[in-house]
């Protein structure tokens, strides 16, 4: 604390703590001060304190304006709301008008709803009708107490479609949800309010407005011909059958079956969506039977290059040994040198380093491309073995799945043909159902639809029985009211009775009883008219504790008298003169029964 502190009051203390206490202590006629403090104080809990005090709510929508913290400033202008909205709600016309401006510049729209409910004055009704723009304010009229035309108008003026929906579920007033359901253009929507609506009406005209959309976009949409139809299934036959050749390695036979398949393809007449793809298909296949021949044109070649050179030597040799003269029989030959030209045969005859590099080589790639083909095939082998055992057990999961769903359905229908069933029990299966049936996809096509269809009729069927049976209830629990309500008026005659009966007691207990018999009450009244009747009840308890007070002090009385009595008696008992002692007896017998009641326990003992 600085010195400065002993100076100025203490609601401008340095200490937070002491500011706080200062400002608690200020009363509603210190309302400059609380308004100076609501501005200026740098702590927050100050600063509300000061604006809950305040009650003039030209300046609390003044402070909502300029307050920098979010709290605050819907506090303030919570505050401002209500106070403006009780003078709005007067018969004064200019006051309720001036409160009316303030709330329509304060912007709250939730207190315009209130002022349109409850104002006193049509013009000022109207009026605050006329500024509503929020369509969740609109919708909370809607749901309100507000005259009929009101609500209505309210639901012509909404244009959010997920407000409409919400509406068009939540209320269970009839005109209202109807008048929801009518502006509704979006059929998901709709088909939520024909599943989850509280009033059955407003499912059925959803169910109608869907049926008609869809109508309506059938008729739109033109009617594909059965020719175009037949064309449409030829091209994805003969788009299945070339892709299924694209990577094979049997060329002799796929390419026959390509070229038939790209001139039925030209048959079909004008473009298709499919064209594309079935060019991409054929190109890749001849792309690869061009490759697959260079490769094998390239040893072909080589073996036919080998065979003319060697036919070209055996000719040249053939040629030489006819033009070389044989020597006469029996003469001896001499040895003459070879000519150049033999030579040049012996050396043609040798092996030629290159050739048989390339011949080796060719051999290499040769045995490369045999061992990649057969790599490639095993790899293919390894897929499709693995491609089969998943298919296999998918198909069997998906038997398994479907098995399961067709028992869950058989439940469901079983819930459904039931003419009392178990509404928690409904509610568990559609929990439930809700969860297994995202697996559909995985069942066989060949059921998949037939018991989609199921699933989505009788899910329907019970999201119904279970909205009308949670409605009854409603009905059932409002219809509890009345009762509950006799029942508090009687607590309150019990407490008002004069005399006082004297079985209060017996009646208060039997009040009870009957109480517990009435059955449940709406949730919105059930803990107001509990707590109504239990304080109703313990005032008749608090006089009946006074009525047995004033009992037992006349009991203890009574219990002295007899008291006295039973001594009196039996100091006779050794009595001897018999004639006075029953005289005696029976004066002592005439008090007893003058003397007073006691309880039934008490006086037998």
């Known amino acids: 604390m600085g010195i400065a502190d002993f100076f100025r009051p203490k609601y401008r203390h340095s200490d937070v703590r002491v500011r706080t206490e200062a400002v608690r202590s200020l009363t509603r006629d210190d309302a400059t ?35 920098p913290e979010r709290s605050l400033r819907d506090y303030a202008g919570e505050r401002a709301a209500e106070l403006w909205h009780s003078a709005a709600c007067s018969d004064d016309a200019d006051h309720a008008g001036n409160a009316l401006s303030g709330i329509i510049k304060l912007g709250d729209q939730r207190a315009l709803v209130d002022v349109v409910v409850g104002a006193e004055l049509a013009t000022i009704r109207k009026r605050a009708f006329g500024e509503l723009r929020d369509p969740r304010a609109l919708a909370a009229l809607a749901k309100s107490e507000a005259a009929q035309d009101l609500r209505t108008a309210a639901v012509a003026r909404i244009d959010d479609g997920d407000v409409l929906r ?40 959803a169910r109608k407005i869907v049926s008609e959309i869809q109508d309506a976009e059938k008729a739109k949409k033109p009617g594909v011909p059965d020719d175009v139809k037949r064309k449409r299934a030829e091209r994805a036959q ?33 473009p298709d969506e499919g064209d594309e793809r079935f060019s991409k298909a054929c190109a890749r296949f001849w792309k690869r039977k061009q490759i697959h021949e260079e490769q094998s044109r390239g040893a072909d070649e080589l073996r036919a290059i080998e065979r003319e050179a060697q036919a070209d030597r055996d000719r040249a040799l053939a040629e030489r040994t006819e033009r070389t003269p044989r020597p006469p029989e029996g003469e001896p030959t001499e040895r003459t040198p070879r000519p150049p030209e033999a030579d040049d045969y012996v050396r043609d005859m040798e092996p030629d380093a290159k050739r048989e590099a390339r011949e080796a080589e060719a051999k290499a790639r040769r045995d490369e491309r045999d061992k990649y083909r057969a790599d490639e095939d095993a790899r293919r082998a390894t897929q499709q073995a693995d491609r089969e055992v998943r298919q296999k057990e998918d198909a069997e999961r998906g038997v398994a799945i479907a098995e399961s769903l067709r028992a869950m ?25 809700g969860k297994s049936f995202d697996q559909i996809g995985k069942v066989p096509a060949a059921e998949r639809d037939a018991l989609a269809d199921r699933y989505r009729d009788v899910r ?21 009211v009345p009762k509950a309500e006799a029942l508090i008026s009687t607590a309150k005659e019990l407490y008002d009775a004069e005399p006082v009966p004297s079985d209060l007691g017996n009646r208060l207990r039997g009040l009870q009883a009957l109480w517990k018999e009435i059955g449940p009450l ?57 004639g006075a002692t029953a005289e005696k007896l029976k004066a002592l017998q005439a008090q007893w029964k003058g003397s007073g009641h006691l309880p039934r326990k008490q006086g037998d003992d």
């Open 33 to 67: 001060t609380l308004i100076q403090i609501a501005k200026s104080d740098r702590d927050i809990g100050v600063r509300r304190i000061a604006i809950e005090k305040i009650d003039q709510p030209a300046v609390l929508a003044e402070l909502a304006a300029v307050e």
């Open 166 to 205: 919400a509406l068009a579920i939540d209320t269970t007033l009839k005109e209202v949800g109807l008048a929801a359901v009518e502006r509704l253009d979006d059929v998901d929507r709709l088909e939520n309010v024909a599943q989850k609506a509280k009033n059955k009406a407003v499912r059925q005209k």
């Open 238 to 270: 003969l788009l299945r059958e070339v892709e299924g050749v694209t990577e094979t390695y049997e060329f002799a036979k796929a390419t026959e079956l390509v070229k038939k398949a790209e001139v039925a393809w030209a048959l079909l007449g004008e």
């Open 409 to 433: 359905v058989t439940d469901m229908e079983q819930l459904a043909a039931d003419a009392k069933p178990d509404m928690r029990a409904i509610d568990r299966v559609l929990n439930q159902s």
């Open 460 to 480: 329907g069927k019970l999201v119904i029985r279970v909205s009308e049976a949670r409605e009854a209830e409603d009905w059932e629990r409002w219809g509890n």
């Open 522 to 578: 709406p949730q919105k009244r059930s803990k107001e008219l509990w707590d109504t009747f239990k304080a109703g009840c313990d005032q008749v308890y608090e006089k009946v504790r006074g009525n047995r007070a004033v009992e037992q002090e006349k009991f203890d009385e009574v219990t002295k008298v007899k008291e006295a009595l039973i001594a009196e008696a039996e100091q006779l008992a050794e009595s001897t003169d018999w």
